[in-house]
């Protein structure tokens, strides 16, 4: 069965960083392309970040673009969302999932990905 599982959310002041883990179990993240997705309380869910199968490509949302960044680890099978200089408005549940694809994962659209994480919850306030 192939699982993803977040886990690296919490509370935290504006301005501060948090950083979001995507562990999978079942199998190889080789050869998959992660997004990383988020929900804020009465909003569609939106696309905040990707990276392709092999690393070499990323892609991230307007709101995030020079805050956050996304990296990958073949050895731990994990897929990684640094974020920084936080605002309230990136509150959300964060959801990371999976297309498989060698080339151009990252432009496929939000129903192709799954294996869809339960989600971590990110707050920022003071």
């Known amino acids: 069965q192939l699982q993803l599982v977040e886990s690296g959310g919490g509370l935290v002041q504006p301005g501060g960083s948090l950083r979001l883990s995507c562990a999978a179990s079942g199998f190889t993240l080789d050869y998959y392309a992660i997004g990383w997705f988020r929900q804020a309380p009465g909003k569609e869910r939106e696309r905040v970040s990707c990276?392709?199968?092999?690393?070499?490509?990323?892609n991230y949302a307007d709101s995030v673009n020079g805050r956050f960044t996304i990296s990958r680890n073949s050895a731990k099978n994990t897929v990684y969302l640094q974020m920084s200089s936080l605002k309230p408005e990136d509150t959300g549940v964060y959801y990371c999932?999976?297309?498989?694809?060698?080339?151009?994962?990252?432009?496929?659209?939000?129903?192709?990905?799954?294996?869809w994480g339960q989600g971590t919850q990110v707050t920022v306030s003071s």
């Open positions: 999932a999976a297309v498989r694809s060698i080339i151009g994962g990252c432009r496929r659209p939000e129903t192709d990905f799954r294996s």
């Open positions: 990276i392709s199968s092999s690393g070499g490509s990323t």
